[in-house]
């Protein structure tokens, strides 16, 4: 690959994650990444400060803020990269499987979980997805007004709350990409790719069946993983030479 700088932002909050999305409770991260971190490394190293010669790659709910941002953005980003993405679909009002008692028991035992938080602090140790669902209601569906986590959820009491879920899906890439088909064209290349064992591979093939649909140029590589297992691989072996091909390294980029 060559030379360039590769820029690694700190986008969590007290949640575990930012979702990379604008929280009037825990943040702008979209214009972080978008703007400011962008205008930060721009005045401070020695950059082509130009759309051409910047990248945007991200893995799981990285790749949902590649492709959230990405979409918004084209006249910051000249390439994207596209990686197991989490969240693309808007989240159904009854999960599969939510007849099952045991569902009904885990939404009983996750609403009690948060009912017994006294503050964002305290759900530091809780188990991964359990962190997650609270980003993303963070991220989401914020309320300032209801301490003391400051989000809703879009299930209460067991029952769909049917304008929170709105409000999820309002922030599904898969059920607002077509706005942004214009944005997504002006960009020299886009790449995706996922593990053939990843339950994430479904929405990415779908978010990939979209680009071809509008003619979109994309790659799109279903590989040997897990989730987690090739990132490593995958960064070095296929995302850096991806932007060494894809992106302006002369002065004169625009």
């Not at 759900?123 to 997650?132: D, G, K, M, S, V």
């Amino acid at each position: 690959a060559k030379e360039m700088i590769v820029v690694l932002p700190d986008s969590k909050t007290l949640y575990g994650g930012s979702m990379y999305s604008s929280s009037a409770t825990t943040g702008n991260f979209e214009k972080f990444i978008a703007r400011d971190l962008v205008a930060y490394i721009d005045a401070h190293y020695r950059t082509l400060p130009a759309r051409a010669s910047r990248g945007l790659v991200g893995h799981s709910m990285g790749g949902y803020g590649a492709t959230r941002i990405g979409m918004k953005y084209p006249d910051v980003f000249g390439s994207l990269y596209i990686m197991s993405p989490c969240c693309l679909s808007p989240r159904p009002s009854m999960p599969p499987g939510a007849a099952d008692p045991k569902f009904a028991d885990a939404e009983k035992k996750f609403e009690e979980t948060v009912a017994s938080l006294k503050s964002p602090t305290d759900a530091a140790n809780l188990p991964f997805f359990t962190r997650a669902q609270l980003a993303s209601a963070a991220a989401w569906s914020p309320d300032p007004k209801n301490p003391p986590l400051y989000f809703d959820l879009p299930m209460k009491d067991g029952v769909p709350q049917p304008e929170i879920l709105a409000r999820w899906t309002a922030n599904a890439p898969l059920a607002f990409i077509d706005q942004y088909i214009d944005n997504l064209r002006q960009y020299r290349a886009i790449a995706m790719d996922v593990g053939d064992q990843d339950g994430l591979r479904f929405d990415t093939k779908k978010l990939h069946d979209i680009l071809d649909t509008y003619g979109l140029q994309n790659s799109f590589e279903i590989y040997h993983g897990t989730h987690t297992s090739a990132v490593a691989d995958r960064f070095q072996n296929h995302v850096l030479p991806f932007f060494s091909s894809n992106l302006c390294f002369q002065a004169s980029c625009q």
